[in-house]
């Protein structure tokens, strides 16, 4: 069993930077792929970035390339999100999930990859 608890949301200007930080529960976090994902009101919840498990190969999407970088602590069992020059339209809650097995391009996205979902935690990009 995987536990995942996101945080690090909160309220920042455009422009500004927040760190989102996935604490997982799971003995085998090395073997754990991660994605982050965010949902805004009144939209589908779409893949952000992923971290794949043994090589590490890391994936975004075209909207936060640039701009977000994803990251993995196996020591810590810790992913995270750092998220630079935001935009109001980044404004979402966001979600890891965690996939035993490694991710491609084309898979990470795919929400039903993952196994295990965070609870969520909100980030309001407004001035």
């Known amino acids: 069993q995987v536990a995942l608890v996101e945080s690090g949301g909160g309220a920042v200007q455009p422009g500004g930077s927040l760190r989102l930080s996935c604490a997982a529960s799971?003995?085998?976090?090395?073997?754990?792929?991660i994605g982050w994902f965010r949902q805004a009101p009144g939209k589908e919840r779409e893949g952000v970035s992923g971290?794949?498990?043994?090589?590490?190969?890391?994936y975004y999407s075209d909207s936060v390339k640039g701009r977000f970088t994803i990251s993995r602590d196996s020591a810590k069992k810790m992913a995270y999100l750092e998220m630079n020059s935001l935009k109001p339209e980044d404004t979402a809650v966001y979600y890891c999930?965690?996939?035993?097995?490694?991710?491609?391009?084309?898979?990470?996205?795919?929400?039903?990859?993952?196994?295990?979902w965070g609870q969520g935690t909100q980030v309001i990009v407004s001035s």
């Open positions: 999930a965690a996939a035993f097995g490694k991710l491609s391009t084309g898979v990470w996205t795919m929400q039903s990859v993952y196994d295990y």
């Open positions: 799971a003995p085998t976090f090395d073997y754990l792929s």
């Open positions: 971290i794949s498990s043994s090589d590490g190969s890391t």
